[in-house]
């Protein structure tokens, strides 16, 4: 009852910027998207000469993700700074800290409202639009060659790390040191698993390397939440 | 049941460098209502905020309702009601929703009909959003929140801060409306002493970090006068009675403040002294708090013969 | 209270390997900047330098020059020429080009404009580089980020119409096709095309391929090169011909050479003709081998010579190498002690080169038919001086660099880390990032122990009167000693906590521990006024 409260209102205040961004997406994605299918037919034939040498460049195809993929990776990012912003720096500012701090629960759990709250906004708000996306860019009379499953996945891949900027930005948020110390070592940390992650080219390691900076991020989180003073 | 609500046992703060809270032994026995005063950076939001375990001590401890401060079980937590310094609440939610978000952190202990009936007495309607509340309406809310689930304890951290005296004056009512239940105990901060001698029976005064006072209202009252000597001829250069707090001489006057001397031992100081009569001057408790609480007895704040 | 104390164990060390490795970031970033802002100044004082004017030059300043900048081609006799083509008067583009071939005496046999050559050199073939897609760019596509994101897929069509499209797919190792309804048509792998998925082989791991459409068909052919083998792909007739396999050793990325083996238009860039040349292919092996692959008839040979490249005319097959000594011996580039030890040899003295034609017999033997070789002066003291400024700053630079990195650098070994700077591994994140490291690796110097034992001592003064466990002050006395400067800053980051007079001892302590650390004092309570109106309850 209580941590179905905390997570409530948690949600609540996410409500906002999760309409906002599966909105965005779902106009911007699907315009392109439609764009990309509608010139789907006249791209594979034709730049091919008799008696030439191919360049390679002419042999290689995006996936949808080259029309979505950048308003999902920076919705998804932005989505988590502003959520991170929102539920760990804005009560910052208000000094509203102890008034939610003052409950009948653990601190952790008012810690795993707001982090469960995050997960669902994403799941919600980015994930449904991207499913869909993806089932229309499979149908064939859209694309001639179905996507593949790991465009899927690579989606989703994006959507997990927005989580990683808003963990980023909470443990920043939290930290009571100054600014020119380590107080921003949280989003720089996010910052360097974000672009690690972008320049792995296996599904194992991309999974590897944001289960650990999730695994690090959301210790010290914790962590820092239990012990820290407001 | 313990009789004590809160202890604490050499409880010290330090921020950096700097002291906040020095080594303050502090005990407040349950029912009494507590004004907990200051001056500004004394430390009192510091002390109220170690109580509750929002900050961890340096050194010493802190207990409340028999636990450990830093270690404030949700059980614990349920008993205790908290009014934060500014009223600091959830901007975007109606009372009502504030109300629901409240209750389910005290589902067995919510007086849905006081809640009701304070907004009602307060004039404010569910609907009403926090953003669009006054100061003084959000102390209100604040208030009935904090009461709503009558809790044992009630700790309120300078509560009417920014407050006119009308609404001042609803929210002290507020709270004599909870001291009337039996059992109950309030722990208030401020800095409008004219409250504090208003509804508390207890008082507890702390000056840069360190406990001056801790004792009921009345022997506080009781026991700093002020008394102004006069002499026919020079003012004396010995003042040698107990309990001088503070001195201030006159070519013709003496003006002291003292600290725990009967009306007897200041009688026979004034004769012996020479003076031709001497009055005890009547205070309020804010008089009493800014002599108890100013600086050394040779600063001369204001050098009245120079002008 | 449980989970507190279980978390703090777990979160210190995250706190530390997080900061320890941002602050490592920010120093590297830094390290680099210098550098690159030392080479940057230094490139544009070289180009600020005014360049000797033609005429300034002396005659045989200008031979030289002329030998260096001319290719040397060789006649199917075995006969050298140089051909020079001497730089447009500045401004007049309208100038033909003019070239001038000289033989290996120096002699001026001809002059004029290449379309006007007297002679026919034999064509070599050519690296594949450009039309070429390699294993690096395969694992780029399979990255995530959208402009990365790509397939490899090959259209087949018919009447300017795509009809069927054949996606490769990394993980399977093999193509799947569909028709242009979506429909699944088959599979290609190494043993060509199958409907059935069970049976379709995969080509191995992929290395390099090439396309080119032949004169009758606008459908690619794909030649596609693995670890071992060489396949022909032609997908309008969905046949795989495997073309080469190395039983001994991996075929070398990106070495691998064409002549006249594509059905190319006349005239096309990289066609070759076909009358007078067969077709050939040149691969190499890690063993050094180069492998001919010829056609008309079929032949394949293997040999063993340094850089080279061949031809085989219907005369004969050819077989070209170079070299010289101011290229450094094959392993000495992996070391960078060895290699500046071999630079310091090096520099002021003149470099060698050569040039060298050999014909290959019906068994695969050499028959070296003709060398050239030509000496050019050692580089402008400019160039050594500049050279030697960068090494220097680079040596500076890295005695700010943990000592970690020499220790690491010696558990693995020299060979892991040769194989990590091959350059078939480039593009590789973490090998670049781990190669990156380690050109700052400090070397073992001595500026670098001091700097590390400075730290120390700050770190040693510093922690001294904060310390709350001997395990502690232990703990990050050697992390400050092993990371260095980075290990001084994360230091300072977690642990620069306040300390106060003693009121004890008067010696500044910290307030982690209730205690002093030196006299083992508690703070004291404050005198209690004796105005104070403290009563108990």
């Known amino acids: 009852m209580r941590f179905s409260k905390l997570l409530r209102k948690e949600l609540r205040e996410c409500l906002p910027w999760m309409l906002l961004a599966a909105i965005v997406f779902f106009a911007f994605g699907g315009f392109f998207l439609r ?196 | 049941m313990n009789n004590i609500v809160l202890k604490t046992k050499g409880l010290t703060k330090y921020y950096g460098g700097t002291l906040a809270v020095d080594h303050m032994d502090l005990e407040i026995p349950r029912g009494c209502i507590c004004g907990f005063v200051g001056r500004n950076g004394a430390g009192k939001t510091t002390a109220i905020k170690l109580m509750l375990g929002l900050l961890n001590p340096t050194a010493g401890s802190s207990r409340l309702l028999g636990c450990d401060s830093s270690a404030l079980t949700p059980a614990i937590r349920q008993r205790i009601g908290y009014v934060t310094e500014g009223h600091r609440l959830f901007r975007w939610m109606n009372i009502g929703g504030l109300e629901k978000f409240q209750r389910a952190f005290f589902p067995k202990q919510w007086d849905d009909r006081f809640f009701a009936d304070m907004i009602e007495y307060f004039e404010l309607s569910k609907k009403q959003k926090i953003k669009h509340l006054s100061n003084g309406q959000r102390a209100q809310v604040s208030l009935a929140l904090a009461l709503a689930p009558n809790p044992e304890l009630l700790i309120m951290d300078d509560p009417t801060l920014g407050l006119d005296a009308a609404i001042r004056r609803q929210f002290l009512e507020g709270m004599i409306e909870l001291i009337m239940r039996q059992g109950r105990t309030v722990l208030f901060s401020s800095h409008i002493l004219g409250d504090v001698e208003r509804v508390s029976d207890r008082i507890v005064v702390i000056d840069k970090g360190v406990l001056r006072a801790n004792c009921s209202l009345e022997q506080f009252q009781k026991a700093i006068k002020k008394v102004i000597l006069s002499f026919a001829d020079s003012v004396p250069d010995l003042v040698n009675i107990d309990g001088v707090l503070h001195c201030k001489r006159s070519e013709k006057q003496l003006e002291l403040t003292l600290v725990g001397t009967d009306d007897e031992k200041i009688s026979e100081w004034a004769k ?36 | 209270m449980k989970l507190k104390i279980s978390l703090k164990h777990i979160a210190t060390p995250t706190k530390i390997f997080m900061t320890v490795l941002i602050v490592l970031l920010a120093v590297l970033m830094l390290q680099g900047i210098i550098i690159q802002t030392e080479r940057m100044f230094s490139r544009t004082k070289q180009f600020s330098a005014p360049a000797k004017d033609k005429e300034e030059l002396t ?316 000496t050019l002066p050692p580089q402008s003291e400019s160039v050594v001086r500049a050279r030697d400024l960068r090494l220097a700053v680079q040596r500076y630079v890295s005695q700010f660099s943990p000592p970690l990195y020499d220790l690491i650098f010696h558990l693995l070994g020299v060979r892991f880390w040769s194989s990590a700077y091959y350059y078939q591994h480039r593009g590789d994140f973490f090998l670049d990032l781990i190669r990156t490291i380690l050109d700052f690796r400090p070397y073992g110097g001595v500026i670098n122990r001091v700097l590390s034992a400075l730290m120390m001592g700050f770190a040693f003064l510093h922690g001294w009167p904060r310390r709350t466990s001997w395990a502690g002050f232990v703990f990050w006395l050697v992390f400050v000693g092993m990371f260095n400067l980075a290990g001084l800053l994360t230091y300072l980051a977690l642990n620069n906590t306040a300390v106060i007079r003693c009121p004890a001892c008067g010696k500044p302590r910290g307030l982690a521990r209730v205690d002093c650390v030196r006299c083992r004092a508690e703070l004291p309570a404050p005198e209690r006024g004796k105005l104070d109106l403290i009563f108990s309850t």
């Open chain 1, 35 to 230: 764009a990309e299918a509608y010139f789907e037919s006249d791209r594979h034939y034709s730049r091919l000469s008799p008696g030439t040498a191919v360049d390679y460049y002419w042999l290689t195809y995006y996936s949808i993700l080259n029309v979505t993929g950048p308003w999902l990776f920076f919705l998804s990012i932005g989505l988590g700074l502003v959520l991170g912003v929102r539920q760990f720096w804005i009560p910052n500012f208000t000094r509203t800290w102890p008034f939610l701090l003052h409950r009948s629960v653990s601190r952790k759990t008012i810690l795993a409202a707001k982090l469960t709250a995050t997960m669902i906004a994403f799941v919600i708000s980015l994930g449904p639009v991207w499913v869909g996306l993806y089932w229309y860019a499979s149908r064939p009379e859209v694309f001639a060659v179905p996507q593949t499953l790991r465009v899927f996945i690579e989606g989703w891949i994006f959507i997990m790390l927005g989580l990683v900027a808003y963990l980023g930005t909470a443990l920043s948020a939290l930290s009571t040191a100054n600014w020119y110390t380590t107080k921003i070592f949280g989003l720089l940390l996010a910052t360097v698993i974000i672009v690690t992650t972008l320049s792995q080219w296996t599904l194992a390691g991309i999974f590897t390397s944001i289960a650990v900076s999730v695994a690090i991020l959301l210790v010290q989180i914790f962590d820092t939440f239990l012990r820290r003073e407001f």
């Open chain 2, 272 to 307: 012996s002294a020479g003076a031709e009569n001497y009055n005890i001057i009547k205070m309020n408790l804010e008089d009493q708090f800014i002599e108890f609480t100013a600086p050394a007895n040779d600063r001369r704040l204001f050098q009245w013969e120079e002008r």
């Open chain 3, 59 to 374: 005659e045989e300043e200008k031979r030289i020059d002329r030998i260096r900048s001319s290719s040397k081609e060789f006649l199917p006799d075995g006969t050298i020429h140089l051909v020079h083509k001497p730089r447009r008067t500045p401004g007049r583009m309208d100038e033909p080009e003019i070239e001038q071939i000289y033989d290996a005496n120096d002699n001026l046999l001809w002059k004029g404009t290449s379309d006007k050559r007297p002679y026919e050199y034999l064509s070599w073939a050519n690296q594949l580089r450009r039309y070429g897609f390699t294993r690096e760019q395969m694992k780029q596509m399979q990255m995530i980020t959208p402009g990365f994101s790509r397939f490899i897929e090959i259209p087949i069509g018919s009447d300017d119409k795509t009809v069927q499209i054949w996606r490769y797919h990394p993980g399977a190792q093999y193509f799947k096709g569909y028709d242009i309804n979506g429909e699944k048509i088959g599979y290609i792998g190494s043993t060509g095309f199958t409907n059935s998925k069970s049976k379709a082989k995969p080509f191995g791991k992929f290395r390099f391929f090439t396309a080119w459409c032949p004169q009758n068909s606008s459908n690619p052919i794909l030649l596609w090169q693995t670890q071992r083998r060489i396949y022909q792909i032609n997908f309008e007739r969905q046949n795989v011909e495997m073309i080469f396999e190395s039983t001994d050793s991996d075929i070398e990325i990106e070495k691998t050479s064409l002549h006249a083996w594509r059905d190319l238009k006349p005239g096309a860039e990289g066609s070759s003709d076909s009358k007078k040349y067969r077709p050939l292919l040149l691969c190499v092996t890690e063993d050094g081998k180069h492998h001919l692959i010829l056609r008309e008839p079929e032949r394949q040979f293997s040999l063993a010579v340094p850089r080279s490249s061949a031809t085989a005319t219907k005369q004969g097959i050819f077989v070209h190498c170079s070299g010289s000594d101011a290229l450094p011996p094959k392993g000495i580039a992996n070391s960078r002690e060895l290699y500046d030890k071999w630079l310091q040899e090096r520099w002021g003295k003149p470099r060698n080169f050569w040039v060298e034609l050999y014909k290959v017999d019906n068994q695969g033997g050499l028959e070296l038919l003709n060398r050239y070789d030509w």
